[in-house]
Nanobody
């Protein structure tokens, strides 16, 4: 089970740190990704991190603002969100990076990020 947390309401330019903890499954062997889904839009990959944490991927629209990391000892993946914009408003989820692993694990409930202008 994946459990996301850390979302909230922030003003433009603010920061948040999201966490994704796994229960009943070890994440250390997976490429992990953070996804988001805004109202009326499809879920999209935002960032991802390799099993070792050394390799990372960022979508162009978050490069330089978001940082993805992981702590395998804690079985947790993180997403630091800086310089937030209203268009970052969405529900954020973590799951395996489908570019490397199939199928998805069960989806968690996500964590809501709302950025006010």
């Amino acid at each position: 089970q994946l459990v996301e947390s850390g979302g909230g309401l922030v003003q433009t330019g603010g920061s948040l740190r999201l966490s994704c903890a796994a229960f009943g499954r070890t994440l250390s062997r997976y490429h992990m990704g953070w996804y988001r889904q805004a109202p009326g839009k499809e879920r999209e990959l935002v960032a991802a991190v390799s099993p070792s944490g050394q390799s990372r991927y960022y979508a162009d629209f978050v490069k330089g603002r978001f940082t993805c990391s992981r702590d395998n000892a804690k079985n947790t993946v993180y997403l630091q969100l800086n310089s937030l914009k209203p268009e970052d408003t969405a529900i954020y989820y973590c799951n395996v990076d489908r570019r490397y692993t199939s199928p998805y694990l069960g989806w968690g409930q996500g964590t809501q990020v709302t950025v006010s202008s």
